[in-house]
């Protein structure tokens, strides 16, 4: 199994819960970045957990600095070879209340898009409260390989993802969110992956999450499709190695 999304920087016992995620049948981590101060611990990491760990660099959706967006497109372009795609990025409405910001979040956004689409590279995307604004934006600026993140729209939304060829990857929450559930009805196992979002986003409200709950989520979705179980996680393995386009 591989883990696109996970959040390793945000965790204390990283050793630890990397070990019990590589023992159990996850291949491979992908963790994003949040921040500008996170890019060289993730990036140590990739290198002590070489071909098991890789790193897409992003910032929080209400950081709205343009300086910032510009220093981790400079390191993308070098595209050093733990790096394997961007995000997370995205938009937050329910964090951003202002009109202002909100439209200065959505430019930001689309900034990332277009540096998406320059670099060929896949974007992981965080939005909340914000589905519609950023289909639209994916859709407008035709970007190509979008991963909606832990996807909280509305099953037209998802509809309208799907015929676009966009990706979805399906956090631990699903055990308990009757929207994912819907979701993952929805949308074929071909446009499907498997994430943690470790540390959120855990198997129960509150919960912490760790890399081994992709196993988790797995199995939920061969539940919800009655598609076997192996099947399920040799299709969204390949979904993610190609995706990513990983070296394993
Ligand atoms: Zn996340």
Known sequence: MIDVHAHLTRISNIDSIIDEALSN???????????????????????????????????EPTNL???????????????????????????????????????????????????????NMPIIIHSRGAASSVVKLLIENQVKNAILHAFSGSLELVKRCVVEGYYFSIPPSI??????????????????????????????PGAESRPVHVKLVAEIISKLKSVALNKVIEVTTENAIKLFNLNV
Do not use: C, H, M
């Not at 510009?70 to 733990?82: A, G, H, T, W």
């Not at 055990?175 to 129960?204: A, I, M």
């Open 65 to 119: 600095n343009l300086k910032d967006i510009e220093y981790i497109f400079q390191i993308l372009k070098v595209r050093p070879r733990e790096v394997v795609g961007i995000g997370e990025v995205g938009i937050d409405y329910v964090k951003l209340r202002d009109p202002i910001l909100r439209e200065l979040a959505k430019t930001l956004f689309t900034k990332w898009l277009s540096i998406s689409k320059i670099l």
């Open 25 to 59: 049948d996850v291949k491979v981590i992908i963790t994003s970045t949040l921040s500008i101060n996170e890019i060289d611990r993730a990036l140590s990491l990739a290198r002590k957990f070489n071909g098991k760990i890789y790193v897409t660099l992003g910032l």
């Open 175 to 204: 055990n308990y969110s009757k929207q994912k559930q819907e979701l993952v009805r929805e949308v074929p196992l071909e446009q499907l992956l498997l994430e943690s979002d470790t540390p959120e986003l855990g198997p129960r």
